[in-house]
């Protein structure tokens, strides 16, 4: 990835305008909020999200958090029932995160939900990430400022000395107050389940909700997304590293040099366009395979995004139950 020069913003009028036209501009920009600082991409551009992975360093696709302004915004993107919006009034805005089922039209990347039937979205009390939200205009995929794998950044310092360079800009906003990740909640036609401990005590949950609710030890408790060894599988059989195509099948092609493609992910061989069109052009390859042919897939080098596409892809040829 090219340098860049990381710029650090105040939190006044003028670096929250900066900010936001970063953003709108596809680019990253961390902000704060109560719990942890967040690595804010437009959760709407498949570009920017892929970005936000590759600045990471993650290692899979890991569906993110979207992050919006209020209620109104929010139901543009998820389904709200009884139970959910009696969590919202009670914690929102907040550190807990709802997993809802999608809205129809919803636009957001399927990055952002890692081609789940569902989003993770929460409204964050900080002042200057509901500022910036509102100078934005729109849903804010956000995970914890850090490279993967490393502590999650509770001030701007801590964003820089982990990410200078690498990201466009940090709106330094203070300290967070919480200081660990929002709780995670699943609901589920009224029924709640824990995916993550948080900011939120899940006492405070049970207590609004007036019964215990599903841990994540509990059996009846829905795995976590990443633990599901063939979710969102196409319906044709995958074939992985694949340098010719048979006549059975239909390429998913990487780079120049691939002959005989339908679609290709990126014919430069650029991981984040790659990782921008994945999950479209699987659905796609998918719809053109049909029932008559199966599906190959031109090799990936495992450097860069490519471990994480390489992780989504296999478990897409992973044998289905
Ligand atoms: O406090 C926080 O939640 C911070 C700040 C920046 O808001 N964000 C954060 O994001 O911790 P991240 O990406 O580090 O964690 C997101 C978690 C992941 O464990 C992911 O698996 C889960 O949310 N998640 C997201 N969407 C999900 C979904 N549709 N179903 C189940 N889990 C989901
Ligand atoms: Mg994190």
Not at 62 to 85: C, G, S, W, Y
Not at 227 to 246: D, G, K
Request: proline letters at 6%; a negative charge; charged letters at 20%.
């Amino acid at each position: 990835m090219t340098e860049l020069k990381t710029q650090i913003l105040c939190d006044d009028q003028n670096g929250l305008e900066q900010a936001a036209s970063i953003l709108s501009d596809g680019g990253l920009v961390a902000f704060p909020t109560e719990t942890v600082y967040g690595l804010g991409a437009d959760a709407c551009n498949g570009h920017a999200v892929a970005s936000v992975y590759a600045a990471k360093g993650r290692p899979s696709f890991n569906p993110l958090i979207v992050h919006v302004a209020d209620l109104e915004t929010a139901k543009r993107f998820a389904q709200f029932d009884k139970t959910a919006l009696d969590l919202v009034g009670a914690f929102w805005p907040g550190p807990v995160s709802l997993v809802l089922p999608l809205a129809k039209n919803h636009g957001l990347s399927e990055l952002v939900t890692a081609g789940l039937d569902t989003v993770a979205i929460r409204i964050p009390a900080h002042e200057t990430a509901q500022a910036l939200l509102k100078a934005f205009d729109g849903p804010l995929a956000a995970p914890s400022a850090n490279p993967s794998g490393r502590i999650s950044p509770t001030s701007a310092g801590h964003v820089s000395s982990d990410m200078d360079g690498i990201i466009d800009a940090v709106v330094d906003g203070g300290k967070c107050k919480v200081g660990i990740e929002s709780t995670i909640l699943k609901i589920e036609d009224d029924r709640v389940s824990l995916l993550r401990a948080g900011g939120l005590p899940v006492e405070a949950v049970e207590a609004c909700l007036g019964h215990a609710i599903a841990k994540p030890q509990d059996p009846k408790t829905p795995q976590s997304p990443g633990q599901l060894q063939s979710h969102y599988a196409p319906n044709a059989a995958v074939r992985l590293n694949a340098t010719s195509v048979e006549s059975n099948e239909v390429l998913l092609g990487f780079g120049a040099d691939v002959k005989g493609t339908v679609l290709n992910l990126s014919a430069t061989g650029d991981m984040i366009e790659a990782a921008a069109n994945l999950f479209a052009y699987m659905r796609n390859i998918d719809g053109i395979a049909g029932v008559e042919k199966s599906i190959a897939i031109s090799p990936i080098p495992m450097t860069g995004l490519g471990l994480a596409i390489n992780d989504r892809l296999k478990r897409a040829a992973a044998p289905r139950d």
